[in-house]
């Protein structure tokens, strides 16, 4: 099971985060781009903090929205989201190699993240952007949603994750944030819920109904003040339940070392799962 968490998230003299301590606990990092947050300075040290700690590296695109944290919704131009998820990409990869990593991943960010989920258009166009970038890179994407499938129609690798401190409606989305219950801020509670998933594969909703799920990945935002503890108690808890911690997607080293083992691997799917 990998665990992963959104990081590189502060800008300027604003600190959105402890991205070393997460990184000590994650096995992935989805790393802001610029377009939400995150400034190159900043975002060049979390890559070298998360390459010094052997976490693969995601591409946290966004929408073009640093003053609402990405968390609003837009409706760009086809134009203008490929070359805008073709740009945060880009970047990214171009920071990570000089951070002596690589980016392994895509996972959009916020509003983007929700609304390709279910909206073929955008969708298309990030698929389109990744694509053209390099063929070989994984879509991260939300459980259960139509977007994972379109991806792979398209030849592109997905895995699905779950959320630890997010909950759930019981057509399996994400309850809006701004609804009351809408973040999970209790670590032993969050981390509770993730080991029964383990167990059933079944997560409860909000209005208390069980809903199934299959994912490769869990998620625990860095950007609140309890997501260290949080991740520390998840961590605790899965190694404690026999839940082998490890990133879906290959290493820089684990490609060099095994090419072969690397290019079947690209080649297969990855298989959804509870554990």
């Known amino acids: 099971m990998d665990l992963n968490s959104d990081l590189g998230e502060g ?17 992935s990092a989805n790393v802001a781009c610029g377009f939400h947050a995150g400034d ?9 903090l998360a390459a010094a700690q052997g976490v693969a590296i995601g591409a946290h695109v966004a929408y073009p929205d640093l003053v609402g ?18 740009y945060q990409i880009g970047a990214l990869q171009g ?31 990030v698929i389109e952007a990744m694509l053209a970038v390099d063929p070989q890179l994984v879509l991260m994407g939300l459980a259960g949603s139509p977007l994972l499938g379109w991806a792979q129609a398209r030849g592109l690798r997905t895995v699905a994750e779950i959320f630890a401190d997010r909950a759930y409606t019981a057509q399996g ?29 079944c997560l409860p ?19 609140s003040p309890a997501a260290v503890a949080m991740a520390q108690q998840l961590r605790q808890q899965l190694q404690a339940a026999g839940v082998a911690l490890q990133p879906f997607a290959p290493l820089p080293g684990e490609l060099a070392a095994k090419p072969a083992d690397a290019a079947a691997a690209a080649a297969a799917p990855i298989a959804g799962g509870a554990a």
Request: with cysteine; hydrophobic share 40%; proline share 4%.
């Open 205 to 223: 909703s909000i209005d208390g109904q069980r809903i199934r799920l299959q994912a490769d990945s869990i998620c625990v935002h860095g950007d």
């Open 11 to 27: 800008f300027g003299a604003w600190r959105m985060g402890d991205d070393e301590q997460m990184l000590r606990i994650v096995t």
């Open 95 to 125: 920071l990570a190699r000089a951070a002596g990593t690589c980016v392994r991943y895509v996972k959009p960010h916020g509003a983007l993240y929700n609304t390709i989920a279910h909206d073929r258009r955008q969708a298309e166009d």
């Open 173 to 201: 989305t994400l309850v809006p944030r701004g609804t009351p219950g809408a973040v999970l801020h209790d670590a032993q509670q969050a981390a509770q819920r993730m080991l029964d998933w383990v167990h059933t594969g």
């Open 69 to 86: 944290f990405g968390r609003r919704n837009m409706s760009p131009s086809s134009r203008e989201l490929v070359a805008d998820v073709i």
């Open 40 to 48: 190159p300075a900043g975002i060049l040290q979390t890559l070298r």
